[in-house]
């Protein structure tokens, strides 16, 4: 039996008249639970964790041979498929089942009206057998089946793109299969709806989901380097489109609230930050990083860059304690080895049934963990036992404990 894999299960069906949501109603606002967080705060004390102590993890071996080396960036993970792509932007998009066995390799990379140019997301739909790639170049979406074949294409609606001063940015920057219909993207430059579900078939909004901005924060910062040229610069990339228990966390930096989204498209507010993110200049933004029944791990960054030193973006790390309810610093180890920290701002949300998060693992750093005996006996050992340094990485999936 098929799983939904998608933060937002059934849902509703779409409508022809497209549904806004405005949370600065105050029928959205009414919820005692919601957890509040300060962005000020330093924690001189660390509390130490083990990851397989509150999350579950499994290794998974990408199969290496002539066709299939990659750099194992995973774009999406369904209950049959995995998407993985390189960082280099030759177009390749290798397709392996759940277990890491290579099945094929794609490349639809071209100028043609069936081929997508640039791209730094898809999304994988296995209840079509389709995926969606986001080309940021050519502003569209494109459809294949899960062979490559072309099936359809639709662009960005109500707008070409977003453009700063000669700099072509992104429109979506978060995309995820909400339901059998959509798919939920996350527009970080819109100053109005900063979240909407998009029809798989012709790219139209079907709902827009407004958070409550009195100003856009962006943590990026620019410097004109002519009359319409400019560099960019940024904070570490991140999510604000995050599934969780069947929900969708969403988060803007510009918000002081971090809310949850329902598949019965109702919205609730879950993290409240203080002191309020347009009090602060320059602006310290909250990053939310991984979500469990146990804790929920944060960023703080100040959104400050210096351009003769290079240097800024000062962060900090803490995280909150759901049952003490408290907030800390933290040190999170993972128990498959001696000793090795987990950067919590190095796992991925995916949007999946079971899994919450995924980081890769280099072949040639498990094989000299592996030499060295850093790695404890079990599944990851096993694994590293058998690789050869040129392999292709390993995937870390990390659930949430059932």
């Not at 290794?59 to 390189?86: P, S």
């Not at 986001?134 to 099936?151: P, Q, R, S, T």
Request: aromatic share 12%.
């Amino acid at each position: 039996m098929a799983v939904i894999a998608g933060c937002g299960g059934k849902g509703k069906q779409q409508t022809d008249d497209k549904i806004i949501v405005d949370v600065t109603k105050s029928d959205f606002l009414q919820n005692d639970d919601f957890i509040t967080v300060d962005v000020t705060k330093s924690y001189s004390t660390k509390k130490e964790l083990i990851l397989q102590d509150f999350m579950d993890v499994e290794y998974i071996a990408l199969e290496t041979n002539d066709e299939f080396v990659n750099q194992g960036v995973v774009l999406d993970i369904g209950e049959k498929f995995i998407l993985v792509k390189n960082q280099l932007r030759d177009g390749d998009i290798f397709i392996y089942d759940r277990h890491g066995k290579a099945l094929r390799k794609i490349n639809r990379k071209g100028e043609g009206p069936e081929e997508y140019n640039l791209f730094r997301f898809a999304v994988l739909d296995e209840i079509n057998e389709e995926f969606y790639i986001n080309d940021d170049m050519k502003k569209k979406f494109f459809v294949y089946d899960l062979y490559g074949n072309f099936k359809r294409s639709f662009g960005y609606s109500n707008s070409s793109g977003t453009m700063i001063w000669g700099l072509t940015v992104s429109k979506y920057v978060d995309m995820v299969n909400f339901d059998k219909d959509h798919l939920f993207c996350f527009d970080e430059y819109s100053e109005d709806a900063n979240f909407v579900l998009i029809s798989k078939q012709d790219g139209r909004i079907a709902k827009e989901i407004k958070l409550p901005l009195k100003e856009k924060t962006i943590l990026r910062q620019f410097i004109l380097t002519g009359e319409s040229e400019a560099l960019m610069v940024g904070a570490a990339p991140h999510s604000s489109i995050i599934p969780y228990e069947g929900n969708c966390i969403l988060f803007d930096v510009s918000s002081d609230t971090v809310y949850t989204f329902s598949p019965d498209y109702s919205l609730r507010p879950f993290i409240a930050r203080t002191p309020t993110v347009q009090s602060m200049d320059p602006a310290v933004c909250l990053i939310v990083r991984l979500i469990s029944n146990s804790y929920i791990f944060f960023e703080a960054v100040k959104n400050e860059y210096n351009w003769n030193t290079r240097t800024g973006y000062a962060t900090s790390f803490f995280m909150y304690d759901r049952q003490e309810k408290t907030s800390s610093g933290y040190i999170v180890y993972n128990g498959d080895y001696a000793t090795q920290e987990i950067y919590m701002n190095r796992l991925t949300p995916v949007n999946h049934a079971e899994i919450a998060y995924q980081q890769k693992i280099e072949a040639y750093r498990l094989v000299d963990d592996y030499q060295n005996g850093r790695l404890k006996d079990g599944k990851l050992k096993e694994i590293a036992s058998h690789l050869d340094a040129e392999d292709n990485p390993v995937i870390m999936l990390v659930k949430h404990k059932k």
